[in-house]
Each structure stands twice: as structure tokens, then as C-alpha cells.
Nanobody, 115 residues
Framework: VQLVESGGGLVQPGGSLRLSCAAS????????MSWYRQAPGKERELVAR????????NYADSVKGRFTIPRDNAKNTVYLQMNSLKPEDTAVYYC?????????WGQGTQVTVSS
């Protein structure tokens, strides 16, 4: 199982970023995918989740209406579209899936929201 995130960076408040997570080593279309984040000094938290075939998604209250989590099963990729970014969105963002009775993680990508 390999999950590789990309797309992080520095953005001003109110800006947008799209994170990507390229998956390999498993049948991507059969598994739900999630994005988590961890800010300095805080616990890792679930940001968004999408089922294997897409459809119903769920989001942390703090990002509802601003973030979306589309997936492209043909490209084995899940995205996190982040709009109206706030300084409190600053964190390392991780792609994740539950597979083989364990949670697998990517290496993370840093998102910094600052003027």
C-alpha cells in the first residue's frame, strides 16, 4: 500500500488549494478514502471521508461548506479541494485508508495559511 500526497504549500487566508493523493498497491476503487490533518500540538483529526464508489461524503464541522473530497477511481487518486482557507486550517494533511485491518497513511503534505 502506498499513498503519496502532493499539492500543499503556503496560501493566503481566503485562498484555495487542491491536495492530491495517488494510491497504489491495492484495489483503490474498493476502499473508502479519508483525509486527516494534524496541527502543531494537536491530535490528528478526520477532515473528510468518501466511500469507495463515491457518493455520500462526510466532513468535519470545521470544514463543511469549504472543503470537498472528490475521487477519480480511474486515476487511483483522491483529492481534497480546500476553499476559503483560514489560518486555523494550517496543518500537515494526510491521506489514509483502512485496509488489511490497519490504517495506512501517506507521508503528509504541509498546508500553511498565512498572510
Amino acid at each position: 500500500v502506498q499513498l503519496v500526497e502532493s499539492g500543499g504549500g503556503l496560501v493566503q487566508p481566503g485562498g484555495s488549494l487542491r491536495l492530491s493523493c495517488a494510491a497504489s498497491g491495492f484495489t483503490f476503487s474498493s476502499y473508502a478514502m479519508s483525509w486527516y490533518r494534524q496541527a502543531p500540538g494537536k491530535e490528528r483529526e478526520l477532515v473528510a471521508r468518501i466511500p469507495s464508489a463515491g457518493g455520500y461524503t462526510n466532513y468535519a464541522d470545521s470544514v463543511k461548506g469549504r472543503f470537498t473530497i472528490p475521487r477519480d477511481n480511474a486515476k487511483n487518486t483522491v483529492y481534497l479541494q480546500m476553499n476559503s482557507l483560514k489560518p486555523e486550517d494550517t496543518a500537515v494533511y494526510y491521506c489514509s485508508t483502512w485496509i488489511y485491518r490497519a490504517r495506512s497513511w501517506g507521508q503528509g503534505t504541509q498546508v500553511t495559511v498565512s498572510s
